[in-house]
């Protein structure tokens, strides 16, 4: 519980203590319950783990399958209609906002959910669907859909989820800034706007020319 409380204070600028988190902070509840269903899970008891993890699900507003591997550090910033499936396996100090979906996608049996790596940042309403690898330092911006695995130190937007590689740059920490991220439809647009200016500045140029040489 130390654990849980101590990286909520460390990334909730508005966490101002213990007692606070403890009583109002609706993720420390979900990952709290998470961790006694998920221990009872591996102790194959029946019915219990399910059943704390829908009463997590009743008064959070967050569905975390008891069978689903979350390593230490795990936060839920918010975390309204998150949903993280039973084969999914979450890396060191992952953060998640609300509305985000660890889901499969279909009837499939196995592993059939995401993993993700070590400080991986999932964005507000994102969707990361189907066995798929999210690569360590990766972020997935708000209201994604990735349905392809993601390499590590990557940026993933828009539907479906494109990637756009850091610049040699690897990402360190945690950064949990996921509203300034490339948009790879605007830039494209705006080189593409750029290269008809090009055009029409050459065309203009042309016809300057032949009306230069009519004169003449």
């Known amino acids: 519980m130390l654990n849980i409380i101590r990286t909520i204070k460390e990334r909730d600028p508005a966490a101002r203590n213990a007692f606070e988190i403890i009583l109002t902070y609706s993720g420390f509840h979900a990952v709290a319950l998470y961790r ?39 936060f839920i910033d918010h975390g309204m209609g ?3 499936g039973e084969t999914a396996v979450i890396g060191e100090n992952c953060t998640l906002f609300q509305g ?24 507000a309403g994102a969707k990361v669907l189907g066995n798929i690898i999210i690569g360590d330092n990766s972020y997935v911006g708000a209201n994604a859909v990735v349905l392809k695995d993601v390499p590590p130190d990557s940026t993933v937007v828009g539907i479906p ?35 008809i200016e090009h055009i029409e500045r050459e065309i203009k140029e042309h016809r300057n020319s032949n009306i230069r040489n009519e004169k003449q």
């Open 82 to 84: 998150v949903v993280i």
């Open 36 to 74: 006694m269903a998920h221990f009872l899970y591996g102790l194959k008891i029946p019915v219990l783990p399910r059943f704390i993890s829908q009463f997590a699900k009743f008064i959070t507003g967050i569905e975390i399958h008891p069978g689903a591997q979350i390593a230490k550090g795990f």
């Open 161 to 195: 989820g494109t990637v756009v590689k850091e610049k040699g740059k690897k990402v360190t920490g945690i950064n949990l800034d996921h509203i300034h991220l490339p948009d790879p439809i605007a830039e494209r647009l705006s080189l593409l706007q750029k290269e």
């Open 100 to 123: 985000v979906t660890l889901g499969g996608t279909g009837k499939e049996r196995g592993k059939r959910h995401p993993t993700l790596g070590r400080n991986v940042v999932i964005g």
